[in-house]
């Protein structure tokens, strides 16, 4: 545990002494925290999805065996995310952070090579080019999303819940008003970016900026915990109970205490199924809204409107979520989730489009709280790493099935309809048992 606790430390006043920073330390990593969200966008499913069409031209394959790559690709990523997690309690943010930042820019450069990868391995004419180009794809997106959607946003995340405790929910939510503007104009900023060069220059581009430049701010700014620099979080001096609801922790839960616990299920599984949703939506996005007689324009600017709305919801419920009890924010996510569904499932111009922009804002901003936000005011802070890597290998899972079952909902049954009906029913049946879904500290008061 020492030598654990020294590699974390190591280099921890070079080039910049946080406790000689004149204010508190922690606003800073509230800032370089959003940044590291940010800087996840290429390997979220909105940066992907700009690329698609262009992947699908340059590669030759068609659209279910592109989906299926992403899946395999995102699922294989989400069984070691709880690995990853165990390694975030060793090494801390920035060491974990600065590998995960490289391997994002590597992946972005091989990314923009696959097709001329692809060709390498099997000629186009090749019987076998198929499925090499499936397996070349796969292996890209295993990177990619295990480093962008998973780990980057989870180091992130962990490092600014780990600085506050009293004021948790509310610099959650301040950080969420800008990661949600940001990835709401990544799309349309990264296809300028493709109309501007090349999709394969775009990727290129980005390569660079993480790669070289934000590895290079990760290991300036990101701290892991405040006492590693003799400093103590946001709060901690306050008692465990404010505004008659636990904040801090009486017990810290290990991993295997918390997948027993009922509670943890209850929250993550609404927040997998939202990625589950958000995913395939995303990724077929243009011929979602093809198929209900709109076009591109109108699919791309769903998401100006809706980050509003999440920005909205988001410091609302961060500043809310530090007075009450969490299992209300929950409720209003499961209703958001059945509107944007029910929505999305009979998208037309008018009513259903404007009902899924409002109950699709509701949903990512109150996301954006209840993910970041739960983990540590229920469980504790000391396997945070853990948890939250397995609550993120549950939402990765799901977000790689998205693809996947809105293309073959399309392809075979002809409508994206039946596959989002088959997650109204289970929303509906987690919503039958959420009242369940209570702090497992608060029966540990006494």
């Known amino acids: 545990m020492q030598n654990q606790a020294s590699i974390k430390q190591r280099y921890n006043d070079f080039l910049l002494k946080p406790a000689k920073v004149p204010f508190f330390y922690g606003w800073v990593v509230l800032v370089v925290a959003t940044v590291g969200i940010l800087a996840s966008a290429p390997g979220q499913t909105m940066g992907v999805s700009t690329f698609t069409d262009y992947l699908l031209e340059s590669i030759g394959i068609s659209r279910d065996q592109l989906s299926t790559a992403y899946m395999f690709g995102t699922i294989g990523s989400s069984l070691i995310l709880t690995y990853a997690g165990k390694i975030y309690d060793r090494y801390g943010a920035r060491w974990v952070g600065m590998g995960t930042s490289l391997l994002l820019g590597a992946v972005l450069v091989l990314l923009s090579q696959s097709d001329r990868i692809i060709r390498l391995l099997a000629p186009a004419a090749s019987p076998a080019y198929v499925g090499v180009a499936i397996a070349v794809l796969i292996l890209f997106f295993f990177m990619l999303r295990f480093a962008g959607q998973g780990v980057l946003t989870m180091v992130s995340r962990n490092m600014l819940m780990k600085w506050f405790i009293a ?16 990835f709401s104009v990544a799309p349309l900023t990264f296809d300028m970016l493709i109309q501007g ?12 900026a993480i790669g070289v430049f934000f590895t290079a701010f990760v290991f300036v700014f990101f701290r892991d915990n405040p006492e590693d620099l003799g400093m103590i979080p946001d709060g901690e001096k ?15 839960f290990t991993l295997k205490e918390a997948r027993n616990n009922l509670t943890l299920w209850l929250f993550a599984l609404p927040l997998a199924i939202y990625a589950l949703y958000i995913t395939g939506f995303t990724f077929h996005l243009v011929s979602l809204f093809e198929a209900a007689g709109m076009g591109r324009d109108q699919a791309l600017a769903v998401f100006i409107p809706a980050s509003f709305i999440s920005v909205s919801f988001a410091l609302l419920g961060g500043w809310i979520s530090d007075r009450i009890k969490l299992v209300y924010l929950l409720y209003l996510m499961l209703f958001a989730e059945l509107l944007t569904l ?45 948890i939250t890597g397995f609550v993120m290998s549950l939402i990765v899972f799901g977000s790689a099935l998205g693809p996947i079952l809105f293309s073959l909902s399309y392809t075979r049954l002809g409508s994206y309809s039946y596959g989002i009906y088959s ?3 289970f929303i509906v049946a987690l919503s039958a048992m959420s009242y369940k879904a209570c702090n497992p500290q608060d029966k540990l008061e006494n």
């Open 197 to 208: 060069t090349s999709w394969r220059m775009a990727w290129l581009w980005m390569a660079l």
């Open 167 to 182: 004021r948790r929910g509310l610099v959650n939510g301040i950080s969420s008003v800008f990661v949600a503007l940001g």
């Open 423 to 425: 997650m109204v029913l």
């Open 342 to 386: 029910v929505c999305m499932a009979h998208m037309s111009p008018g009513f259903y489009y404007v009902g899924f922009i409002i109950g699709n804002g509701i949903v990512s901003g109150i996301y954006n709280v209840l993910m970041v936000v739960t983990w540590p005011r229920y469980y504790g802070r000391e396997h945070l790493g853990k």
């Open 238 to 252: 306050h008692g465990n109970r404010e505004h008659n609801v636990t904040i801090k922790p009486f017990k810290q």
